[in-house]
Protein backbone atom coordinates (compact mmCIF):
# COMPACT_ATOMS: atom_id res chain seq x y z
CA UNK A 1 0.00 0.00 0.00
CA UNK A 2 2.82 2.32 0.80
CA UNK A 3 4.46 1.67 -2.74
CA UNK A 4 1.30 3.10 -4.30
CA UNK A 5 0.64 5.60 -1.86
CA UNK A 6 3.88 7.17 -2.47
CA UNK A 7 3.16 7.45 -6.51
CA UNK A 8 -0.21 9.62 -5.65
CA UNK A 9 0.51 13.12 -6.69
CA UNK A 10 -3.48 14.15 -6.90
CA UNK A 11 -5.44 12.29 -4.29
CA UNK A 12 -9.09 13.40 -6.27
CA UNK A 13 -7.92 12.58 -10.05
CA UNK A 14 -6.04 9.79 -8.96
CA UNK A 15 -9.30 8.03 -7.02
CA UNK A 16 -11.70 9.42 -10.13
CA UNK A 17 -9.49 6.61 -12.11
CA UNK A 18 -9.14 3.98 -9.35
CA UNK A 19 -11.67 1.78 -11.39
CA UNK A 20 -9.90 2.24 -14.63
CA UNK A 21 -6.81 1.17 -13.50
CA UNK A 22 -7.41 -1.63 -10.21
CA UNK A 23 -6.15 -4.00 -12.64
CA UNK A 24 -2.65 -2.57 -12.71
CA UNK A 25 -2.10 -2.04 -8.84
CA UNK A 26 0.20 -4.26 -6.99
CA UNK A 27 -0.62 -7.61 -5.97
CA UNK A 28 -1.69 -6.99 -2.64
CA UNK A 29 -3.86 -3.81 -3.67
CA UNK A 30 -5.59 -4.78 -6.37
CA UNK A 31 -8.12 -6.58 -4.15
CA UNK A 32 -8.80 -3.75 -1.98
CA UNK A 33 -10.65 -0.57 -2.41
CA UNK A 34 -8.34 2.52 -2.52
CA UNK A 35 -8.67 3.87 0.44
CA UNK A 36 -6.62 1.65 1.71
CA UNK A 37 -3.97 3.48 -0.08
CA UNK A 38 -5.10 6.72 0.65
CA UNK A 39 -4.56 5.89 4.18
CA UNK A 40 -1.11 5.84 3.93
CA UNK A 41 -1.04 8.55 1.33
CA UNK A 42 -2.93 10.66 3.75
CA UNK A 43 -0.38 10.18 7.04
CA UNK A 44 2.39 10.20 5.04
CA UNK A 45 1.55 13.52 3.24
CA UNK A 46 1.13 15.25 6.97
CA UNK A 47 3.71 13.66 8.02
CA UNK A 48 6.26 14.73 5.48
CA UNK A 49 6.91 11.51 4.52
CA UNK A 50 7.78 10.56 7.79
CA UNK A 51 8.24 6.35 7.77
CA UNK A 52 7.97 6.29 11.75
CA UNK A 53 5.01 8.62 12.24
CA UNK A 54 3.39 6.26 9.50
CA UNK A 55 4.12 3.13 11.25
CA UNK A 56 3.45 4.84 14.62
CA UNK A 57 -0.03 5.72 13.81
CA UNK A 58 -0.80 2.30 12.31
CA UNK A 59 0.53 0.86 15.57
CA UNK A 60 -1.95 3.44 17.84
CA UNK A 61 -5.16 2.78 15.63
CA UNK A 62 -4.65 -1.52 15.94
CA UNK A 63 -3.47 -0.96 19.53
CA UNK A 64 -6.98 0.57 20.28
CA UNK A 65 -8.56 -2.91 19.48
CA UNK A 66 -7.16 -3.81 23.07
CA UNK A 67 -9.20 -0.54 24.60
CA UNK A 68 -12.37 -1.59 22.91
CA UNK A 69 -11.85 -5.34 23.52
CA UNK A 70 -11.88 -4.26 27.26
CA UNK A 71 -14.90 -1.51 26.96
CA UNK A 72 -16.61 -5.14 25.19
CA UNK A 73 -16.22 -6.95 28.46
CA UNK A 74 -17.39 -4.43 30.83
CA UNK A 75 -20.81 -4.25 28.88
CA UNK A 76 -20.74 -8.12 29.12
CA UNK A 77 -20.63 -7.63 33.00
CA UNK A 78 -17.03 -8.91 33.30
CA UNK A 79 -15.77 -7.26 36.05
CA UNK A 80 -13.03 -4.75 35.35
CA UNK A 81 -10.27 -6.98 36.61
CA UNK A 82 -11.44 -9.60 34.39
CA UNK A 83 -11.63 -7.16 31.83
CA UNK A 84 -8.48 -6.12 31.72
CA UNK A 85 -7.18 -9.96 31.50
CA UNK A 86 -9.49 -10.39 28.44
CA UNK A 87 -7.89 -7.20 26.89
CA UNK A 88 -4.31 -9.06 27.68
CA UNK A 89 -5.05 -11.62 26.86
CA UNK A 90 -5.69 -10.84 23.22
CA UNK A 91 -3.19 -8.70 22.33
CA UNK A 92 -0.93 -11.51 22.90
CA UNK A 93 -3.25 -14.24 20.54
CA UNK A 94 -0.73 -14.68 18.16
CA UNK A 95 -2.49 -13.23 15.15
CA UNK A 96 -2.99 -9.83 16.53
CA UNK A 97 0.45 -9.84 18.56
CA UNK A 98 2.26 -10.40 14.97
CA UNK A 99 -0.29 -8.93 12.32
CA UNK A 100 -0.99 -5.90 14.05
CA UNK A 101 1.57 -3.46 14.17
CA UNK A 102 2.21 -1.35 10.85
CA UNK A 103 -0.91 -3.14 9.29
CA UNK A 104 -3.75 -2.42 8.13
CA UNK A 105 -5.28 -5.39 9.00
CA UNK A 106 -4.99 -4.35 12.24
CA UNK A 107 -6.98 -1.14 11.58
CA UNK A 108 -9.50 -3.37 10.52
CA UNK A 109 -9.50 -5.58 14.02
CA UNK A 110 -10.23 -2.32 15.86
CA UNK A 111 -13.07 -1.33 13.47
CA UNK A 112 -14.10 -4.92 13.66
CA UNK A 113 -14.22 -5.12 17.41
CA UNK A 114 -15.96 -1.18 17.43
CA UNK A 115 -18.61 -3.25 15.36
CA UNK A 116 -18.81 -6.14 17.33
CA UNK A 117 -19.35 -3.32 20.89
CA UNK A 118 -22.05 -1.61 18.93
CA UNK A 119 -23.71 -4.71 17.99
CA UNK A 120 -23.54 -6.25 22.01
CA UNK A 121 -24.74 -2.97 23.33
CA UNK A 122 -27.92 -3.11 20.86
CA UNK A 123 -28.74 -6.36 21.79
CA UNK A 124 -28.74 -5.51 25.64
CA UNK A 125 -30.35 -1.64 25.40
CA UNK A 126 -31.94 -1.68 22.45
CA UNK A 127 -31.55 1.00 20.17
CA UNK A 128 -29.73 3.58 21.68
CA UNK A 129 -27.20 5.91 19.54
CA UNK A 130 -23.96 4.85 21.11
CA UNK A 131 -25.14 1.30 19.80
CA UNK A 132 -26.33 2.71 16.33
CA UNK A 133 -23.20 4.72 16.14
CA UNK A 134 -20.77 2.17 17.00
CA UNK A 135 -21.99 -0.29 14.74
CA UNK A 136 -22.66 1.78 11.23
CA UNK A 137 -18.98 3.40 12.15
CA UNK A 138 -17.08 0.26 12.21
CA UNK A 139 -19.02 -1.63 9.56
CA UNK A 140 -18.86 1.08 6.98
CA UNK A 141 -15.05 2.06 7.81
CA UNK A 142 -14.12 -1.20 7.36
CA UNK A 143 -15.61 -2.05 4.26
CA UNK A 144 -13.73 1.61 2.56
CA UNK A 145 -10.80 -0.14 3.41
CA UNK A 146 -11.47 -3.60 2.74
CA UNK A 147 -13.85 -6.11 0.47
CA UNK A 148 -13.89 -8.92 3.02
CA UNK A 149 -15.59 -6.65 5.82
CA UNK A 150 -18.85 -7.95 3.98
CA UNK A 151 -18.43 -10.42 6.31
CA UNK A 152 -20.11 -8.23 9.04
CA UNK A 153 -22.75 -7.44 7.13
CA UNK A 154 -23.64 -11.02 6.87
CA UNK A 155 -22.91 -11.40 10.80
CA UNK A 156 -25.48 -8.19 11.36
CA UNK A 157 -27.70 -10.02 9.24
CA UNK A 158 -27.71 -13.60 11.03
CA UNK A 159 -27.56 -11.36 14.70
CA UNK A 160 -31.08 -9.43 13.43
CA UNK A 161 -32.70 -12.46 12.16
CA UNK A 162 -32.23 -14.30 15.47
CA UNK A 163 -32.85 -11.29 17.58
CA UNK A 164 -36.37 -10.78 15.76
CA UNK A 165 -37.43 -14.28 15.58
CA UNK A 166 -35.99 -15.32 19.21
CA UNK A 167 -35.89 -12.64 21.31
CA UNK A 168 -38.69 -10.05 19.21
CA UNK A 169 -36.31 -7.09 19.07
CA UNK A 170 -35.48 -4.64 16.06
CA UNK A 171 -32.54 -2.89 17.24
CA UNK A 172 -29.70 -4.79 15.08
CA UNK A 173 -32.66 -4.83 11.73
CA UNK A 174 -33.03 -0.99 12.17
CA UNK A 175 -29.07 -0.37 12.91
CA UNK A 176 -29.18 -2.55 9.83
CA UNK A 177 -30.84 -1.14 8.01
CA UNK A 178 -29.09 2.51 8.85
CA UNK A 179 -25.52 1.34 8.03
CA UNK A 180 -27.09 -0.02 4.69
CA UNK A 181 -28.91 3.57 3.84
CA UNK A 182 -25.52 5.51 4.82
CA UNK A 183 -23.64 3.19 2.70
CA UNK A 184 -26.01 3.27 -0.24
CA UNK A 185 -25.64 7.35 0.25
CA UNK A 186 -21.64 7.03 0.08
CA UNK A 187 -21.92 5.05 -2.93
CA UNK A 188 -23.82 7.46 -4.85
CA UNK A 189 -22.12 10.13 -3.28
CA UNK A 190 -18.15 8.94 -3.93
CA UNK A 191 -19.80 8.03 -7.81
CA UNK A 192 -21.50 11.63 -8.64
CA UNK A 193 -18.24 13.72 -6.52
CA UNK A 194 -15.39 11.94 -6.95
CA UNK A 195 -15.23 9.78 -9.77
CA UNK A 196 -14.96 6.23 -7.90
CA UNK A 197 -17.74 3.55 -8.23
CA UNK A 198 -17.36 1.13 -4.84
CA UNK A 199 -19.56 -1.37 -6.21
CA UNK A 200 -17.51 -1.69 -9.60
CA UNK A 201 -14.71 -1.66 -7.56
CA UNK A 202 -15.82 -5.01 -5.38
CA UNK A 203 -16.87 -7.19 -8.91
CA UNK A 204 -13.49 -5.91 -10.52
CA UNK A 205 -11.61 -7.48 -7.29
CA UNK A 206 -13.88 -10.41 -7.22
CA UNK A 207 -13.18 -11.12 -11.36
CA UNK A 208 -9.33 -11.55 -10.07
CA UNK A 209 -10.50 -14.06 -7.39
CA UNK A 210 -8.97 -17.48 -9.40
CA UNK A 211 -12.10 -19.60 -11.67
CA UNK A 212 -10.77 -22.88 -11.59
CA UNK A 213 -10.50 -23.70 -7.70
CA UNK A 214 -13.25 -26.50 -8.13
CA UNK A 215 -11.29 -27.61 -10.85
CA UNK A 216 -7.94 -29.33 -9.15
CA UNK A 217 -9.98 -31.23 -5.99
CA UNK A 218 -6.67 -31.95 -4.28
CA UNK A 219 -5.69 -28.18 -4.31
CA UNK A 220 -9.14 -27.09 -3.10
CA UNK A 221 -8.93 -29.72 -0.07
CA UNK A 222 -5.65 -28.30 1.15
CA UNK A 223 -6.17 -25.27 0.82
CA UNK A 224 -9.14 -25.29 2.70
CA UNK A 225 -7.48 -27.45 5.61
CA UNK A 226 -4.75 -24.49 5.14
CA UNK A 227 -6.76 -21.69 5.77
CA UNK A 228 -8.67 -23.43 8.77
CA UNK A 229 -5.71 -24.52 10.83
CA UNK A 230 -3.57 -21.39 9.93
CA UNK A 231 -7.05 -19.62 11.37
CA UNK A 232 -7.30 -21.52 14.73
CA UNK A 233 -3.25 -22.60 15.58
CA UNK A 234 -2.59 -18.75 15.04
CA UNK A 235 -5.73 -18.01 17.92
CA UNK A 236 -2.87 -19.77 20.39
CA UNK A 237 -2.84 -23.20 21.71
CA UNK A 238 -4.22 -21.95 24.93
CA UNK A 239 -7.11 -20.72 23.72
CA UNK A 240 -7.66 -23.84 21.39
CA UNK A 241 -7.85 -25.81 24.51
CA UNK A 242 -9.92 -24.20 26.23
CA UNK A 243 -12.61 -24.25 22.88
CA UNK A 244 -12.24 -27.98 22.61
CA UNK A 245 -13.36 -28.59 26.11
CA UNK A 246 -15.88 -25.93 27.00
CA UNK A 247 -16.70 -27.87 29.96
CA UNK A 248 -13.78 -26.59 31.38
CA UNK A 249 -15.45 -22.72 32.00
CA UNK A 250 -19.04 -24.32 31.52
CA UNK A 251 -19.49 -22.72 28.53
CA UNK A 252 -22.20 -23.56 26.01
CA UNK A 253 -19.89 -23.22 22.94
CA UNK A 254 -22.61 -24.09 20.43
CA UNK A 255 -25.39 -23.26 22.22
CA UNK A 256 -28.17 -21.48 20.09
CA UNK A 257 -30.67 -20.22 22.93
CA UNK A 258 -27.59 -18.13 24.61
CA UNK A 259 -27.53 -14.41 23.53
CA UNK A 260 -23.49 -13.90 22.81
CA UNK A 261 -22.74 -17.29 21.99
CA UNK A 262 -25.04 -17.21 19.06
CA UNK A 263 -23.08 -14.00 18.13
CA UNK A 264 -19.55 -15.64 18.13
CA UNK A 265 -21.46 -18.30 15.89
CA UNK A 266 -22.60 -15.60 13.56
CA UNK A 267 -19.23 -14.04 13.43
CA UNK A 268 -17.35 -17.50 12.46
CA UNK A 269 -20.54 -19.18 9.92
CA UNK A 270 -20.04 -16.37 7.09
CA UNK A 271 -16.00 -17.05 7.07
CA UNK A 272 -16.68 -20.91 7.13
CA UNK A 273 -18.72 -20.17 3.86
CA UNK A 274 -15.89 -18.50 2.59
CA UNK A 275 -13.63 -21.15 2.70
CA UNK A 276 -16.65 -23.65 1.85
CA UNK A 277 -17.17 -21.80 -1.42
CA UNK A 278 -13.15 -21.36 -2.63
CA UNK A 279 -12.36 -18.12 -0.73
CA UNK A 280 -8.80 -17.26 0.49
CA UNK A 281 -6.44 -19.05 -1.87
CA UNK A 282 -3.52 -17.72 -0.66
CA UNK A 283 -3.30 -19.30 3.24
CA UNK A 284 -3.06 -16.02 4.44
CA UNK A 285 -6.10 -16.22 7.06
CA UNK A 286 -4.56 -15.53 10.02
CA UNK A 287 -4.14 -11.71 8.81
CA UNK A 288 -6.54 -11.41 6.23
CA UNK A 289 -9.12 -12.69 8.45
CA UNK A 290 -7.84 -10.77 11.87
CA UNK A 291 -11.09 -8.82 12.56
CA UNK A 292 -12.80 -12.24 13.38
CA UNK A 293 -10.42 -13.57 16.28
CA UNK A 294 -12.16 -11.37 18.77
CA UNK A 295 -15.58 -13.00 18.10
CA UNK A 296 -13.45 -16.04 19.61
CA UNK A 297 -13.06 -14.20 23.26
CA UNK A 298 -17.08 -13.84 23.70
Given at each position: ????A????D???????FND????????T???????I????????????????????????A?????????????????????????????V?????????????????S????????????M????????????????????L???????????????????????????????????L?????????M?????????L???T????????????P?????TR????VM??I??????I?????????????????D???S??L??I???L??????????????????????????
Open positions: YYHEIKVTWREWLSTNQTHLLKHRPHPPFALIHYFIVKISCNSLPVLAGSFVLMSSAMIVILKIMRELGVSKQQAFQFALLFSVPAYNIYSAVSLDGVIVLGAIFLLGTIMLKRGATIPGIILFVFGIVIANLTFLALFMIATACLVALRELIVNKRKAVLLSLLVCSVMLFLQIAKHLLGYDHVAFIASGLEPKSVFSYVRYVMLENILVFLSFGIAVLVRPSYLKSKLFDLSDFNLFAGAPVLFFLIGGLYTGEGARILLFVYPFFLL
